[in-house]
């Protein structure tokens, strides 16, 4: 069975593939990525990336599964990959409009995130390159 919610996607961070792992690794930055999941890691795989099992915060629908990270050096930076997967709990029910509601709302929320950190992480990489 595929979960109700499947998101892939990519950003390309013009930063050293450390740098990036660590903004990953950072407990910190999480909840501001994924609003509404508390997250238990399940694999840290150092500068490769996370992969952690997710659940949603109570009063959000109830929802299940793994978000993963994985980070691919490329060129003089990485491409960040996320993938999202939950499902919604039974006996939890949602329309196919609010299923799809939902997804998009994840969706546009992680490309923000992602861009933002793509933002500060490029920034800080600038300033490093230009020794300031």
Known sequence: MHPQFH??????IAAPPATVAAAVADAANWPAWWPGLE??????????GMQWA?????????????????LEPFSDGVILHHFL???????ATLSRRCLGRL???????????FWQLKDDLERSAGADRRGC
Do not use: F, M, N
């Open 7 to 12: 998101l892939i996607d990519e950003t390309w």
């Open 39 to 48: 997250l238990a890691v399940t694999r840290d795989r150092g500068v490769k």
């Open 54 to 70: 997710a659940q949603s915060r109570a009063g959000a629908a109830p929802l299940a599964g793994s978000v993963e990270i994985w």
């Open 85 to 91: 997967r939950l499902d919604l709990l039974p006996p």
């Open 103 to 113: 997804e998009r709302r994840l969706a546009w929320h992680a490309k923000r995130a």
